[in-house]
C-alpha cells in the first residue's frame, strides 16, 4: 500500500540525482520516503516521494507543470498513473474485441 501522502514524480532528466530531487521536494515538507529508481548511474525519468503530512503533498502537487531541468515536471497522487494505464489497457481490450465482432459480421 502507498502512502496517503506520496507523489509519483516523472519525465525527470536522466541526469536527475536523488539527492537534489530530495532537496528541492523537502522545501514542500517533511519527507518520509523516497524511491528514484536508477538505470546504473542514470536516473529512470521518475520517483515517488512519501510526505509527512497532507500540506507536503500539497505543496508537492503545485509543482506540476513546472520547469525542472529543462524539462516540464509531472506530479500526480501515487497510483492515479496506475489507474490511468489500466483505463487505456482496458479500451484497447474494448477496441480489440469490438474489431474481432465486427470482422465475425464480414
Known amino acids: 500500500k502507498t502512502s496517503d501522502f506520496e507523489v509519483f514524480v516523472h519525465n525527470l532528466t536522466f541526469e536527475t540525482k536523488q539527492a537534489d530531487l530530495q532537496k528541492d521536494f523537502s522545501e514542500c515538507g517533511a519527507i518520509q520516503r523516497m524511491h528514484m529508481p536508477m538505470k546504473g548511474e542514470k ?7 512519501s510526505f509527512k503530512t497532507q500540506e507536503g503533498l500539497d505543496r508537492a502537487l503545485a509543482y506540476d507543470g513546472d520547469t525542472y531541468g529543462g524539462r516540464r515536471l509531472k506530479v500526480e ?9 489500466e483505463g487505456e489497457r482496458s479500451l484497447k481490450e474494448q477496441v480489440k474485441a469490438a474489431n ?4 465475425e459480421l464480414v
Open 77 to 85: 497522487k501515487s497510483g492515479k498513473h496506475l489507474s490511468r494505464a
Open 43 to 49: 536516473c529512470m525519468g521518475f520517483a515517488w516521494i
Open 100 to 103: 474481432e465482432a465486427a470482422a
